[in-house]
C-alpha cells in the first residue's frame, strides 16, 4: 500500500465484510513523541481469539477467494517500518479495533493519502453504514457522523453526488485544520 488513505480502505473493507454497521476512522497526532495515530473501529462480528492471534500471518484469511490475505500484514509492516505500532482487538460478536502508529518525521513513514476521497468512496458504496470520522491533534478537532448528516439532508441520500462532494471538501478541510503542515508528506 503506497498510502495509509489506502490502508484506510482495506481495514474498513474488513469492517464491512465482518457485518459491521458502524465504523469509526480516527487520526490523531500526539506531541511527545510526535507520532500519528490511526485507529478503525467496527461493531462487526469480530473474531475468535484462535483466528485473532494468527490475523497478521499472510497466509491465514477468512476470504475464500484467495488464500492470502495482505491488508492488515502490510499495515503492520508500513507501522513498524516507520518505528510505530501495530495492534489488533477482537471479540466475536462485539467488533474489532485496529491501532497502527507512525512516527511523523520517520523517513520510511507512508504518505497520508488522499483522505477525504477515501472517505467519500467508503461512503457513497455503503450509504447505510454509520460512520464516525474523528481527527485531533494538540490544537484542533474534527469530527463528522454520517448519521447527523443524514438527519439533516430532509430526504437526500447520502450517496447523492452533491452530498459526496460537500463531504469530501468537508473532510479535506477537516485534515487541513486539524493537521496542518504537520503531517508533510515524508515517504
Do not use: C, Y
Not at 9 to 33: K, V
Request: no cysteine.
Amino acid at each position: 500500500m503506497k498510502d495509509i488513505s489506502l490502508h484506510l480502505m482495506d481495514i474498513a473493507q474488513n469492517s464491512i465484510a465482518a457485518g459491521a454497521d458502524r465504523i469509526t476512522i480516527s487520526m490523531r497526532i500526539l506531541d511527545e513523541p510526535e507520532r500519528l495515530m490511526v485507529e478503525i473501529t467496527d461493531n462487526g462480528r469480530g473474531m475468535d481469539p484462535e483466528f485473532l492471534k494468527e490475523v497478521a500471518d499472510p497466509f491465514k484469511t477468512s476470504r475464500t477467494t484467495r488464500e492470502v490475505g495482505l491488508g492488515i500484514p502490510l499495515l503492520k509492516q508500513s507501522a513498524e517500518m516507520a518505528s510505530g505500532d501495530f495492534s489488533i482487538e477482537s471479540e466475536p460478536f462485539k467488533g474489532t479495533k485496529v491501532n497502527a502508529s507512525f512516527e511523523i518525521n520517520h523517513i520510511d513513514r507512508i504518505p497520508l493519502g488522499d483522505i477525504a476521497e477515501t472517505a467519500g468512496l467508503l461512503i457513497k458504496a455503503n450509504p447505510n453504514i454509520s460512520w464516525l470520522i474523528h481527527f485531533t491533534s494538540p490544537d484542533n478537532e474534527f469530527i463528522m457522523d454520517t448519521d447527523e448528516i443524514k438527519r439533516h439532508l430532509e430526504g437526500v441520500p447520502i450517496e447523492d453526488n452533491n452530498v459526496l462532494e460537500w463531504i469530501q471538501n468537508t473532510i479535506n478541510n477537516g485534515v487541513q485544520s486539524v493537521f496542518g503542515g504537520v503531517l508533510d508528506e515524508v515517504g
